[in-house]
């Protein structure tokens, strides 16, 4: 049997844990459990995981340092890291955040906390 790791998902004013499989990348985990990373357009024409179209962004509470190139500018801009350019292999507390047209964040929602 796989090691599992816990990832809680803090979506709006609800907060659940899910067990995911180390190593997998949190994209995949987090569609998996139902969890919509996408906004409506974006979730239908996507890159599917392959971090070019910049769209499923989630802000990252307390998990794994950035090690992308998009994941490092992220950090120093203080926008959500794409959720298909990390790998889960421990803990981590993620944010979905509100997406209205393709990846494009409402005003608030820019994952600053």
Same mark, same amino acid.
């Given at each position: 049997m796989a090691e599992t790791v816990p990832v809680t998902v803090v979506d709006g004013d609800d907060r659940s844990t899910?067990?995911?499989e180390r190593g997998r990348t949190l994209r995949d =985990?987090?569609? #998996?459990a139902g969890f919509e990373v996408y906004g409506r357009v974006s979730k239908h024409a996507n890159c599917g995981g392959r971090g @070019?179209?910049?769209?499923?962004?989630? =802000?990252?509470? #307390?998990?794994?340092?950035?090690t992308h190139w998009h994941d490092s500018?992220?950090?120093?801009?203080?926008?959500?890291? @794409?959720s298909c350019r990390i790998t889960v292999e421990e803990a981590m507390t993620v944010r979905l955040v509100e997406?209205?047209?393709?990846?494009?964040?409402?005003?608030?929602?820019?994952g600053r906390g």
């Amino acid at each position: 049997m796989a090691e599992t790791v816990p990832v809680t998902v803090v979506d709006g004013d609800d907060r659940s844990t899910i067990e995911v499989e180390r190593g997998r990348t949190l994209r995949d =985990a987090l569609l #998996d459990a139902g969890f919509e990373v996408y906004g409506r357009v974006s979730k239908h024409a996507n890159c599917g995981g392959r971090g @070019l179209c910049g769209t499923c962004g989630v =802000a990252i509470e #307390d998990g794994p340092a950035p090690t992308h190139w998009h994941d490092s500018a992220a950090a120093r801009f203080g926008y959500p890291r @794409l959720s298909c350019r990390i790998t889960v292999e421990e803990a981590m507390t993620v944010r979905l955040v509100e997406k209205v047209v393709w990846g494009q964040l409402l005003p608030d929602s820019s994952g600053r906390g």
